[in-house]
């Protein structure tokens, strides 16, 4: 069964450091999402993306954060300057379309990113 | 806006127990409503859905019926196992008030023991 992945399943780095996530989603997807879950607290939308662009995003996904999809699979999330409140799980999701029977998002297994 | 509430966890039952999670939402205009599992180690699944008032979302021995009166739409199932045991979510899209991103609860963590 097709399923999105993600990596790596746990990041550790430094405050202000660079980091990227990565997630492959389900091949014939077209719309993709990010989330975050900070430990203990609710699973909280940050951005989706189609056609190269971002379609939506929260206010939680300043310029501090970007997305692409830089070669036809992959989905990456960066963050430039890591914060220390930027510890969180974070889930990519796909989705073959918007609205209808196939708008059903999937989602990864979630990269745990530790900021010290 | 657009908001989950979800019953605090854990929720810790016997096997063959019956179990409701409950769960209420607030939304400005016609949301889709969904309970999605996390099994340890893996990401959120979809368990169940339902588009619209008085449908019945089921899968998998779960069942949650969407009500806009009360505004709620609670999971429950008659005989829990102990493969159940995982983190639920209850989730709302709503495409005309907020597009398609979905708004989920806090999430509730089962316990079933054998």
């Excluded at chain 1, 719309?31 to 900070?38: A, E, L, S």
């Excluded at chain 1, 379609?55 to 300057?81: A, C, H, W, Y």
């Excluded at chain 2, 340890?40 to 169940?48: A, I």
């Excluded at chain 2, 009360?70 to 199932?77: A, G, M, P, R, Y």
Aim: hydrophobic share 30%.
């Amino acid at each position: 069964e097709p399923e999105v992945t993600q990596t790596p399943s746990h990041q550790v780095t430094q405050m202000g450091q660079e980091v990227i996530l990565r997630c492959v989603p389900i091949s014939n997807h077209l719309y993709f999402y990010w989330y975050r879950q900070i430990l203990g607290q609710k699973v909280e939308f940050l951005v989706s993306f189609y056609n190269n662009e971002i379609s939506e995003k929260s206010e939680i996904f300043d310029d501090q954060f970007s997305v692409e999809r830089p070669d036809g699979s992959n989905f990456t999330l960066k963050i430039r300057s890591t914060k220390l409140e930027d510890s969180a799980m974070y889930f990519c999701a796909s989705s073959e379309s918007r609205g209808g029977p196939n708008n059903e998002q999937f989602f990864g297994p979630g990269t745990r990113l530790t900021v010290l | 806006g657009n908001s989950v509430t979800q019953m605090e966890g854990p929720v810790t039952l016997s096997e063959e127990a019956f179990l409701t999670i409950n769960c209420t939402y607030t939304a400005t205009g016609y949301p889709s409503l969904f309970w999605y599992v996390q099994y340890p180690g893996e990401g959120l699944q979809l368990l169940l859905k339902a588009t619209k008032a008085d449908d019945k979302g089921s899968n998998k021995g779960f069942e949650a019926t969407y009500r806009k009166e009360t505004t709620s739409f609670h999971l429950e199932k008659g005989s829990v196992q102990v493969s159940d045991s995982a983190v639920y979510f209850c989730a709302l899209s709503d495409r005309r008030s907020s597009g398609d991103k979905l708004t989920f609860g806090t999430g509730t963590r089962l316990a079933v023991r054998p």
